[in-house]
């Protein structure tokens, strides 16, 4: 199986400053990456796909970047509502696979 | 609206079966695949297996000896069974419907089914 493997596996942020999320696969997975957000309560809601390719809806400020191996999602200016913990998820190889997980606070 | 909502048991005895229903609207089964992940109370996601538009499968290798996935197409509904249920079977079920481009992803997800293994 295609391990993901996340960093940091927690991070606080004041409003308005850039974040950075890290996502390495155990191997060349093409850009067969996605992002979620998920909320206390709730069902992940997707981000990114295709590595870079931002979801209908998801607000500008979220970016997804990447190849081969090391791939990365980054907020440019932290909000209140992106308080949650992110995901990243491998759709290249059965069985998918996700990243342990990010969670993300506000400072 | 595209929407998934999955409904079952909350309360599952060890051993036993468990059956999922994920109903959705939306979109045709017909033309896209429904994919069930599952999350163990506070930790990561794990996908379960799929059922392809054409009514294909495919499963986690960890699961494919317990697990099965069928449709209703007429019904708009997908089915999940689960057999020889243990603890560490206790999570929150979600069906999510997939996509594709570069690789497989979720792009809609239900609100997810808490399903707790117990006697």
């Known amino acids: 199986d295609i391990q993901m493997t996340q960093s940091p596996a927690s991070l606080s942020a004041s409003l308005g400053e850039t974040v950075t999320i890290q996502c390495q696969a155990s191997?060349?997975?093409?850009?067969?990456l996605a992002w979620y957000q998920q909320k206390p309560g709730k069902s992940p809601q997707l981000l990114i796909y295709?590595?870079?390719s931002l979801q209908d809806g998801v607000p500008s400020r979220f970016s997804g970047s990447g190849s081969g191996t090391q791939y990365s999602l980054k907020i440019s200016s932290m909000q209140t509502e992106d308080e949650g913990v992110y995901f990243c998820?491998?759709?290249?190889?059965?069985?998918?696979?996700f990243g342990s997980g990010t969670k993300l606070e506000i400072k | 609206q595209v929407q998934l909502k999955e409904s079952g048991p909350g309360l599952v005895q060890p051993s036993q079966t468990l059956s999922l229903t994920c109903t959705v609207a939306?979109?045709?089964?017909?033309?896209?695949?429904v994919h069930w992940v599952r999350q163990p109370p506070g930790k990561g996601l794990e996908w379960m297996g799929v059922?392809?538009?054409?009514?294909?499968?495919r499963y986690n290798s960890a699961l494919k000896s317990r697990l099965s996935i069928s449709k209703d197409t007429s019904k708009s509904q997908v089915f999940l069974k689960m057999n020889s249920l243990q603890t560490e079977d206790t999570a929150t079920y979600y069906c999510?419907?997939?996509?594709?481009?570069?690789?497989?992803?979720?792009?809609?997800w239900g609100q997810g089914v808490m399903v707790t293994v117990s006697s």
């Open positions: 295709g590595a870079s």
């Open positions: 999510a419907r997939g996509r594709y481009y570069s690789g497989y992803y979720f792009d809609y």
């Open positions: 191997e060349d997975i093409y850009s067969g």
């Open positions: 939306g979109f045709s089964l017909t033309s896209y695949n």
């Open positions: 998820q491998q759709g290249l190889k059965y069985p998918f696979t």
């Open positions: 059922i392809w538009n054409t009514g294909g499968t």
